[in-house]
């Protein structure tokens, strides 16, 4: 059974940092596509930051050049390092994987089966 569990969120001023971590269990982790998505009150979830199993990464134009997304294949944990946070960014942070997600498509939330749970981000003004 595959489970995904997030943490690492909380509540941050404009300009801090955080990092959520996705622990992985049951499926050949190596092997998969995984991704960050967030989804503010009111608002579509939408695709942060997405990892190919060839290490290949993407971003949403929003995060680019703040958020960096990596892996920790012996733990089988996936992590989402946020920089310069800004209120905008606050919402439920989901991480989720799938077999295979087409790299036209990585960042689009309907690609993915697996999901975790979420853990809420908070960034004020």
């Known amino acids: 059974q595959v489970q995904l569990v997030e943490s690492g969120g909380g509540s941050v001023q404009a300009g801090g940092s955080l990092r959520l971590s996705c622990a992985a269990s049951?499926?050949?982790?190596?092997?998969?596509?995984m991704g960050w998505f967030r989804q503010a009150p009111g608002k579509e979830r939408e695709g942060v930051a997405a990892?190919?199993?060839?290490?290949?990464?993407s971003y949403a134009d929003s995060v680019k050049g703040r958020f960096t997304i990596s892996r920790d294949s012996a733990k089988n944990n996936l992590y989402l390092q946020m920089s310069s946070l800004k209120p905008e960014d606050t919402a439920v942070y989901y991480c989720?994987?799938?077999?295979?997600?087409?790299?036209?498509?990585?960042?689009?939330?309907?690609?993915?089966?697996?999901w975790g749970q979420g853990t809420q981000v908070t960034v004020s003004s």
């Open positions: 990892l190919g199993s060839d290490g290949s990464t």
């Open positions: 049951g499926f050949i982790y190596r092997r998969n596509y």
């Open positions: 989720a994987a799938d077999t295979y997600v087409g790299s036209s498509y990585r960042l689009n939330y309907k690609e993915y089966i697996y």
